[in-house]
Every structure is written in C-alpha cells, then in structure tokens.
C-alpha cells in the first residue's frame, strides 16, 4: 500500500529554504488536508516522516513543521520526535489551559522549536509568546492592519515572524518592510507530494518487539533477536539508525550495533511511531520466514566456503535479497535509504564479484537446483549430504523462532 505526504518549502529574506511544512495527504490526488480528525492526521505524518521517508530525505536534513492539535500535545506526542528534526506547530484552537502551558514549557525545556500557527494577537493566546520561537500569520485571511499591528508589537521581542500563504510579490515585498523574516506560500512553491510504499511488519515480531520496549529497561540482545528474524523489521531499523546524528558517519553491520547505537529513548520512539500508523503491520510470517532463512543459510555457507566475509555481513545479505518481493520496491531504491558495507551493496545490485556476490549466486543456484552447479567451484569443502542437512537446520532454527515469538 501506498503512503503519501506533502512538504511546502519554508523561506528567509534571501531566498533559502529554512524548513518545510510536513502536511497530510490521503491520496495522489488530494491537494488538502482531508481528513476530519486532526490527531490521525499529524500521527501519520509523523510517523510515515520518520519511519517510512526518513526525515533527512524529505528534509534535505532541514527542520520539519509539523502540525499538533491540543489532544496530542496533552498526551506528550510531540515526545516522539527529536527537537533536531521536527518543530511544533500549535494550532490556533488550542485551548491556553495550565496544563497546555506546562506541556509547552516541558518541550521548550527539552530544546524544541514551538510555532504558533494563525497569530492575530489575541489576548489568551499571547500568554504563549515568553515561550514561542516562531508565530505565523496568515496573509491571506488578515487584513493589512492586523499584519502591521502585530509586526509593530512583536518587533522587540525573541520572536520570529513568518508570513504565510504569500501569494504576490506584492504580498511579500510589504510583509518584508514589516520585518517578516520568513515566508511561505505559493509565491514561492506550492507543495510538492511525496509517494512510497509503507513498509510492513510481521504482526507477531513487532507484537513482540512493542512488549520488550515498554520495559523500564529494555533488553538489546532481545530486541536484536526479534528484528533479526524479520527483514522488514531489519531494513527499517538500519534505516532509521543511519541517518540519526549519533551516528557520525561510522557503517553499521549488525542490528545489535544498530540497536546499541540508537539507545532506549529512539528505540522506543521508532517503535511507537510505528505503532501510531497501524496500517504497516500486516505481513505474513512465512514471507518473513523466507528471508530468515535465507539470511542462516548465508551464514552457515560462508563458514564452509573459501569466503573471507563476515558472518553479520553474509546474514544481512543474505536476508535482504528477498528485500523487493517483500517491500514492493527495487532494490536500488531500498539500498538508497540504508547505508551498508560497500561489498554488500554491490553484491545486492550485481554492480560487482565479491565474496558477498558469489555467495548470492550460490545460493540462488542450490535453491532452483541447477544441475550444473559445483561445490568445489565454491570452495565448498563438505558433501551435498551434509549442505542439504545445514540448510534443513536453517529452517528448523527459523521454525524454532517464529514458534517462541
């Protein structure tokens, strides 16, 4: 199934895109926000933003506006997100109760950016400026004295003021004499939609995996056993722990490493915003199980082969390559969002031989019983007895795993 998300450019006075708006889209088609809960809304594009597109790709590595309504800041959501990556977008029916300004407060205390969506100087909600960082005003639905006057009383203040839904050079040459520092609109670009395919999960691993971080202490090497059976649960999780800011350019080679990498804190965040879309978690176990066991048997072969790979390595590999039947997607175009040791990656695109490429070609000729092939072509040093016992091992341990989970 198809997910689908827009992104409106956000600008300064010299032209350069600062941010964007992250904005929710139903279909291809939509060109608005058309849905009538607000809540589902910001939880699926939250979600499909971090867990689905990677923010960084969406972003360009530039901070996301996302939309919160008072329910979901009431309940911490926003908590779910880094302050490096997302800014909170208030919109302009929260209610200013203590508790609103307490949760505000927590965030603001925790370095994240609060936007105020639809400022036009009311008297309750300007007991949220000592805490906003940026207030928007609507440029098409306020008159030029309402613009003037509240560019004239926030002039002195940490405030930033952005003009949005500019839609004329006009618009923007005055908003810009007011003292606006940022704009957006259709002046500058309309929103551009994004489309992909959303990943999905075996019900029984995230099941699982969902138990284990909902412990005050979680337990890596657990985790690491869940994910390790499930390679849309594996490609997700490398994914996400790639492009965190943590990870300091360094490849990872194990979902251990990933896991270890992330912490606690993005572990559960990742898991909980897959959680909040709920629609990704529908794929079979055998599918899973398949590529399991794929990733075993790779294994078990290089420890018999004149191979110098590593095992984590010949897993992944392994596992991946069944990566496009499971996802919908090329591989070129599922690598793109991970980061793994360059022989993998050429071994998975065919871009070259390695040992990893050789041991994909092995695999793939004893799985469609080519008549032709040869162990000692291989360096495969047993009896086709003893290779046919390995791999009937690889699928009692994979029997074995998805029974305990």
């Given at each position: ?96 109760t203590k508790r609103i300004l307490e949760k505000l407060q927590n965030l603001k205390d925790r370095g994240y950016t609060l936007v105020l969506d639809d400022y036009i100087g009311k008297e309750d909600i300007n007991k949220l ?34 003009a949005e839904k500019v839609e004329t050079l006009k618009e923007y040459e005055r908003a810009k004499e007011l003292g606006y520092q940022l704009f957006q609109g259709y002046f500058f670009r309309r929103p551009v939609l994004f ?175 080519d008549p032709e092939l040869k162990l000692e072509d291989f360096g495969i040093n047993i009896s086709w007895k003893e290779l046919g016992s390995i791999y009937v091992e690889c699928i009692r341990k994979a029997d074995l795993a998805?029974?305990?989970?």
């Open positions: 199934m198809d997910t689908f998300i827009a992104r409106q450019a956000i600008f300064d006075k010299k032209g350069n895109v600062v941010a964007y708006e992250l904005l929710y889209r139903s279909s291809e088609k939509s060109t608005r926000a058309d849905l009538v809960d607000g809540d589902r809304a910001t939880l699926q594009v939250l979600s499909d933003a971090i867990t689905v597109f990677g923010l960084p790709y969406l972003t360009n590595s530039k901070m996301a506006f996302v939309n919160f309504t008072e329910n979901l800041l009431l309940r911490d959501t926003a908590l779910l997100a880094s302050p490096d990556e997302v800014a909170v977008e208030i919109l302009e029916d929260v209610k200013i400026l000592p805490l906003l960082d940026i207030v928007k005003i609507d440029f098409m639905n306020t008159s030029q004295e309402v613009q003037e006057r509240i560019a004239d009383a926030l002039k002195n203040s940490k405030v930033t003021l952005l489309q992909k395919k959303a990943q999905k999960f075996s019900i029984a691993s995230f099941n699982r995996l969902l138990e284990q971080v909902q412990k005050s202490h979680i337990n890596f090497k657990r985790c690491s056993q869940i994910v390790h059976s499930d390679v849309a649960l594996t490609y997700s999780l490398m994914g996400r722990a790639n492009i965190l800011q943590y990870y300091r350019g360094n490849i990872i080679t194990s979902i251990q490493q990933a896991l270890v990498r992330m912490g606690e804190d993005e572990l559960r965040r990742w898991v909980f915003l897959t959680l909040a879309r709920g629609n990704n978690i529908t794929i079979s176990d055998e599918a899973v199980k398949e590529a399991y066991i794929r990733g075993l048997f790779a294994e078990e072969i290089l420890k018999k082969a004149a191979f110098t790979g590593k095992k984590e390595e010949a897993f992944i590999v392994g596992m991946f390559s069944q990566l496009p039947e499971i996802m919908g997607e090329s591989m070129g175009s599922l690598l793109d969002k991970v980061e793994l040791p360059p022989k993998c990656t050429e071994a998975l695109l065919n871009q070259s031989e390695n040992e990893y490429s050789r041991l994909l070609e092995f695999f793939f000729r004893y799985e469609n019983k998805f029974s305990l989970r």
